[in-house]
Antibody, heavy 118, light 107 residues
Framework: EVQLVESGGGLVQPGGSLRLSCAAS????????MNWVRQAPGKGLEWVSY????????SYADSVKGRFTISRDNGKNSVYLQMNSLRVEDTAVYYC???????????WGQGTLVTVSS | DIQMTQSPSSLSASVGDRVTITCRAS??????LNWYQQKPGKAPNLLIF???SLQSGVPSRFSGIGSGTDFTLTISSLQPEDFATYYC?????????FGQGTKVEIK
């Protein structure tokens, strides 16, 4: 059974940093692209970033480019999102999601809440 | 960036109704269109990928059709567990954009 478990969310002040983690199990982790997708309270879904299976390719939404960094450790079956210079508008539930063959978000974690507030 | 526009934004329907949600892309995305269902407080769940392929475990009352810029999600006979918000999403290019969502409510 595919499982994705996010952690690392919490309350942080504007300008602060936070590192999210996503632990994967139930599949060959190093064969798949991984993503972060977020959802602000009461709002829709926004793709944030993806990383290729070998970490050779990374992509970011314009809203987080230069502030967020995605990485992965295939030995630990984990993907990370380092978030710096956080803004109030980054407040959201952050989901980890695995790509499928057509780049669909095939499996999702339960999400971790990040709140940016003073 | 490719813009995804869903309609309607919300709808009210009864159990047993046939429900149709449309999604339009701002440029051609071939068949790289996916549909998700999200219930309150839960992660989204993939229903349809590549415009018309049913994800494993998803009931056959859900179906999708379309290519290019115009796509449709149909629920053939609405069930109580189908009341939720539905999102389309294109995986043709980055950023991988979502529609704004369609909330399906009980009439």
């Amino acid at each position: 059974e595919v499982q994705l478990v996010e952690s690392g969310g919490g309350l942080v002040q504007p300008g602060g940093s936070l590192r999210l983690s996503c632990a994967a199990s139930g599949f060959m982790f190093d064969n798949y692209f991984m993503n972060w997708v977020r959802q602000a309270p009461g709002k829709g879904l926004e793709w944030v970033s993806y990383i290729s299976s070998s970490s050779s390719t990374k992509s970011y939404a314009d809203s987080v480019k230069g502030r967020f960094t995605i990485s992965r450790d295939n030995g630990k079956n984990s993907v990370y999102l380092q978030m710096n210079s956080l803004r109030v508008e980054d407040t959201a539930v952050y989901y980890c999601a695995r790509d499928g063959r057509y780049s669909q978000f095939e499996y999702w974690g339960q999400g971790t809440l990040v709140t940016v507030s003073s | 960036d490719i813009q995804m526009t869903q309609s309607p934004s919300s709808l009210s329907a009864s159990v047993g109704d046939r429900v149709t949600i449309t999604c339009r892309a701002s440029q051609s995305i071939s068949s790289y269109l996916n549909w998700y269902q999200q219930k309150p407080g839960k992660a989204p769940n993939l229903l349809i990928f590549a415009a018309s392929s049913l994800q494993s475990g998803v009931p056959s009352r859900f179906s999708g059709i379309g290519s290019g810029t115009d796509f449709t999600l149909t629920i053939s006979s609405l069930q109580p567990e189908d009341f939720a918000t539905y999102y389309c999403q294109q995986s043709y290019s980055t950023p991988r954009t979502f529609g704004q969502g369609t909330k399906v409510e009980i009439k």
